[in-house]
T-cell receptor
């Protein structure tokens, strides 16, 4: 069965520093997608970055990059140059390309950026 | 602007009552989803639909029901059989097979 594990319930980072949020996944499918979402206190889910299982390069979107290690089944999110506005919940998610196409989410990591 | 609209934003329900949460999208997406969010438990899938007039149970479907009569709409009914319905409910849509899910703003349901 699909599963996403985020082992860090909460993290602190100093403003302007980089931070890595951990995500490991489990699937028997060969073809899948990995996603990161940000959820501010308002509750909306903001899509940040996507990595396909066959993508050879790590995905990057501005200050966000995804450290994809397929053999380890990990998809860590790296935020560079943290800003106060980055304080939020962050969710890792996976979607299998075959089968039901449903999205499975982890339990999230609450990030607090310190001034 | 294209997007997903959930209403209402806040909803209060008395115990024993059914209540329906609205979800409408104008993104022309075939797939739609309902998730429940509780503190410390992430998002759990209630129901999903890949196409009009078809839907499947997710991991926590007991006490909930849905319909998908139109592509744009995927309402969720929280029935009196749901023992602990107080939670934050998120609706999402996507293109099947590819891409990210797009989310609505959520509905916070409280049982009083």
């Amino acid at each position: 069965a699909q599963k996403i594990t985020q082992t860090q319930p909460g993290m602190f980072v100093q403003e302007k520093e980089a931070v890595t949020l951990d995500c490991t996944y489990d699937t028997s499918d060969q073809s899948y997608g990995l996603f990161w979402y940000k959820q501010p206190s308002s509750g909306e889910m903001i899509f940040l970055i996507y990595q396909g299982s066959y993508d050879e390069q790590n995905a990057t979107e501005g200050r966000y990059s995804l450290n994809f290690q397929k053999a380890r089944k990990s998809a860590n999110l790296v935020i560079s140059a943290s800003q106060l506005g980055d304080s939020a919940m962050y969710f890792c998610a996976m979607r299998e390309v075959t089968g039901t196409y449903k999205y499975i989410f982890g339990t999230g990591t609450r990030l607090k950026v310190l001034a | 602007d294209g997007g997903i609209t959930q209403s209402p934003k806040y909803l209060f329900r008395k115990e024993g009552q059914n209540v329906t949460l609205s979800c409408e999208q104008n993104l022309n997406h075939d797939a739609m989803y309902w998730y429940r969010q509780d503190p410390g438990q992430g998002l759990r899938l209630i129901y999903y639909s890949q196409i009009v007039n078809d839907f499947q149970k997710g991991d926590i479907a007991e006490g909930y029901s849905v319909s998908r009569e139109k592509k744009e709409s995927f309402p969720l009914t929280v029935t009196s059989a749901q023992k602990n319905p107080t939670a934050f409910y998120l609706c999402a849509s996507s293109i099947p097979r590819v891409g990210e899910a797009f989310f609505g703003q959520g509905t916070r349901l409280t049982v009083v």
